[in-house]
């Protein structure tokens, strides 16, 4: 079956604030949680997926990147993971539903949580030719993104200036506070109401970037298209993404390849295919005729006798290897013999003695078989001669 929308699954909207996504988790892991519900396989199942919505909307870069490529994120191996229960699991769930984690677990998040986080990551779609697929191309793109604002080189705070050290976590970014429960003492983490988690707090602001830190803009990037890449595939362009915070590095470009098919060929792989007429006389005597590629035409021998369907193969006449492009697959013309539609007399009169010849018994479509008809063959067959 195929995995539901996360936000879906919590019951929240896609714009949902950090606090409504822990708040729907909490009262969803309370409701189906195992120790609640045993023996029933349903609420477990629905346990583990609500675990599983939590893990990624509860991650800023994850979630960015979910709302940007679904489920289908290519930075992860086959898409998102299930929850597996284990120890991030494990604290996650205490710490939700009971209020805290044990010892020290909730300090470990603390340490983190003021740390260098990785920019996100962005997804640009382009459309390319067939044949700049197959042998390759550069490509100029414009992507909109969100870059350190050059004034306050990324702090927020206005040039001459510099953020201060939030005097009510200390620059952790988190407040602790313990309770006393029937499984002892407590220990709560949660973001610093003050200084929104960042530790640290901009009295000043960079009158450029408002605070913020980062500007919108445009930027044309070239992108170098390797030979063989195909309907589907993506490139990474390392650190074009979404600048990073408190020192982290800056997200990856995802681009997504579309090939507009061809009028001609159809690929598979590394191979090419396609059609070709021939008439009767060249399938049945042989011929050397010309066979379109993708670049120059090349010459093949049509064997004597050939049927209709019979495939030649081009050697070499592919697509390359996108790990070795001196390695390219072949094209293969499958022959279509013709059959004509409209005929002279002449034309009719010889394929009514080939069919003779043949032992057939072709009718004569009102010929005279007298000496009209003796003549007629007379002639043609010293024009064979001739």
Known sequence: MAKRDYYEVLGVERGASDAEIKSAYRRLAKKYHPDLNPGDKQAEAAFKEVNEAYEVLSDDQRRSRYDQFGHEDPTQAGGYGSYAGGAGGFEDIFETIFGGGFGGFGGARQAQSNGPVRGSDLRYNLTINFEEAVFGCKKEINVARNENCDQCHGSGAKPGTSPKTCDQCHGTGQVTRIQQTMLGS?????????????GKIISDPCPKCGGKGTVRRQRTITVTIPAGIDNGQALT?????????????AGDLYVAISVRPHRKFRRDGQNLYSEMNISFAQ????????????????????????????????????????????????????????VPKRLNEKQRMALRLFDEAMGGKA????????????????EFFDKFKD
């Open 186 to 198: 407590m220990r709560t983490s949660s973001p610093c109401p003050k200084c929104g988690g960042e």
């Open 237 to 249: 362009l390392r650190g074009e993404g979404e600048p990073g915070k408190r020192g982290g590095p």
């Open 283 to 338: 399938a049945a005597l042989g011929d050397e005729v010309e066979i379109e590629t993708l670049q120059t035409p090349v010459k093949e021998n049509i064997p004597e006798g050939t049927q209709p369907g019979h495939v030649l193969r081009v050697r070499g006449q592919g697509v390359p290897s996108l790990r070795a492009p001196a390695q390219r697959g072949d094209l293969f013309v499958t022959l279509k013999v013709e």
């Open 363 to 378: 009718p004569a479509a009102g010929a005279n078989r007298g000496d009209n008809w003796k003549r007629s063959v007379k």
